[in-house]
């Protein structure tokens, strides 16, 4: 492939490997930063690239490679979380019982058969649906939950994420 050919192709590409990424749940603003980067790898490995027709797909997945090396360095990295007082746990309890008073009655059950350590598996045969629509449904009340509790600031999606 050929100089030319190659920003040709960046230019067609860069925003389809940013859309990609975003796809898979990454940040606009990294997206475009791990895109950047891929390109610029795959320019200096252009030699590796077996066929032109798939440089971008070649390059998705430079950026996708890239992504996920940086999460997993990340979470390698984390710091371990003081474990809470005793004296946490009464506020613990209070934070949870008023989250779930201000849910819905169906959202209080599912949330609660999950705290209960129910799987969606188990749930679905008490419910009666599918496996995959009390997964649905816990994700639903957990995101309604985490719009109650923490309202439009960041942490509802922490919670979210680490309820799931």
């Not at 946490?88 to 009655?105: D, G």
């Not at 309604?144 to 439009?152: E, I, K, N």
Request: proline share 4%; glycine share 6%.
């Amino acid at each position: 492939m050929s100089n030319t050919e190659f920003a040709n192709a960046y230019q067609a590409g860069f925003p389809g490997t940013i859309r990609f990424l975003v796809s898979k749940g990454i940040l606009v603003h990294l997206a475009e930063e791990y895109a950047q980067e891929a390109w610029a790898i795959g320019w200096e490995r252009l030699g590796q690239l077996r066929d032109d027709r798939l440089v971008c797909s070649w390059v998705r997945q430079i950026a996708w490679n890239h992504c996920c090396r940086h999460f997993e360095a990340a979470n390698r990295s984390l710091p371990l979380r003081e474990f809470p007082s005793e004296d946490a746990a009464p506020t613990l309890v209070i934070t949870l019982r008023q989250v779930l008073k201000a849910c819905k009655p169906d959202d209080q059950a599912l949330l609660r058969q999950a705290i209960e350590g129910l799987t969606p598996a188990e749930i679905s045969t008490l419910a009666g649906c599918t496996p995959g629509a009390v997964r649905i449904r816990l994700m639903r009340a957990r995101r309604a939950a985490a719009r109650l509790f923490y309202g439009d600031r960041e942490g509802g999606q922490e919670f979210v994420h680490e309820a799931a």
